[in-house]
DNA sequence: TTCCATGTTCCGCA
DNA sequence: TTGCGGAACATGGA
């Protein structure tokens, strides 16, 4: 479930297993995944490269490679990393393998490839070209600002959330978190929403999203969350009504009528 | 077999 | 200009 949550979470995993450690070997095995780069070239560049930080900018994670060099990871709908500290670990569908000099490896698996693996310079410029916009994640973005991007989209409030030109990061999933922890309909309308809805809105956000990085933005281990209700029968996890699915902006919304009349 | 899926991009149409 | 619906991408589970 790679939304920004999910991202942060790979952050905080490449961060605690990986810092510092040498690449002896790397083996891209789709090609097809990569972006403006060929096989060979992003081998050789990560070959013999060290992690030197991670970073992360709404969906995409950055991982510094010493040098002015990054490896740059999306995840598409998929995709996820998995560190194994023992030699030969293997996923159902890997796409790139790090494999470490202390025979540590880690994995970028993505079943349906429509993430994308890059080699660039700079995450600032990568950010820019690509047209993000500011990442909203643990008081990145107040308040007044958040306020101002949203009330500037005519459509609903929840393909604004999930704009990620406007806010970088908030995906199908979490959009519907959010609207639900806020009380509102995702077919609201983001520019006729009151201050006071903008306010309950923009702290809903900042829980779930750090809520769920606590939990690791794992759905089994979310309770109070809508994620695992995303289904016929599904309860709403705030007052135990049935949850509703929509059609919004062409994507699934579930939401409680109840609480988000 | 058909429908659906956490993302992004492109096209045509309001 | 903005936004929406639909399709495409690639793959597999229900």
């Not at 479930?1 to 002896?24: F, H, Q, T, W």
């Not at 070959?47 to 900018?57: D, E, K, L, N, Q």
């Not at 077919?187 to 923009?202: C, G």
């Not at 809520?211 to 599904?234: C, H, K, S, W, Y």
Request: charged letters at 25%; a neutral charge.
């Amino acid at each position: 479930m790679p939304e920004l949550p999910d991202v942060e979470v790979y952050k905080l995993l490449v961060e605690g297993s990986c810092l510092n450690r040498r690449i002896a070997r790397a083996e891209v095995l789709d090609a097809s995944m990569l972006a403006g780069i060929g096989r060979d070239e992003l081998e050789s560049a990560l070959r013999g490269a060290t992690i030197s930080s991670v970073r992360r900018h709404g969906k995409h994670l950055f991982i510094g490679l010493g040098g002015s060099a990054w490896l740059e990871l999306h995840f598409g709908m998929t995709g996820y990393l998995e560190f194994f500290p023992e030699a030969g670990g293997r996923t159902k569908h890997e796409r790139l393998r790090l494999d470490f000099e202390d025979t540590s490896r880690l994995v970028y698996d993505c079943q349906r490839k429509l993430g994308e693996i890059g080699l660039i310079d700079d995450p600032e410029t990568f950010i820019r070209q690509k047209g993000l916009g500011p990442d909203p994640y643990a008081g990145n973005l107040d308040r007044s600002r958040f306020a101002e991007l949203v009330s500037s989209k005519r459509g609903s409030i929840k393909a604004a959330l999930m704009d990620q030109s406007l806010l970088a990061g908030i995906g199908n999933v979490y959009s519907d978190e959010i609207l639900l922890a806020a009380g509102l309909h995702p077919k609201a309308k983001a520019a006729e929403l009151s201050q006071e809805d903008l306010t309950r809105l923009y702290e809903a956000m900042g829980r779930i999203l750090s809520g769920a990085v606590e939990r690791g933005a794992d759905p089994g281990n979310m309770p109070g969350f809508l994620v695992a209700q995303r289904r016929p029968e599904g309860t709403c996890p705030r007052c135990g009504g049935s949850v509703q699915k929509l059609t919004v902006s062409g994507r699934s919304a579930y939401l409680c009528p109840r609480c988000q009349g």
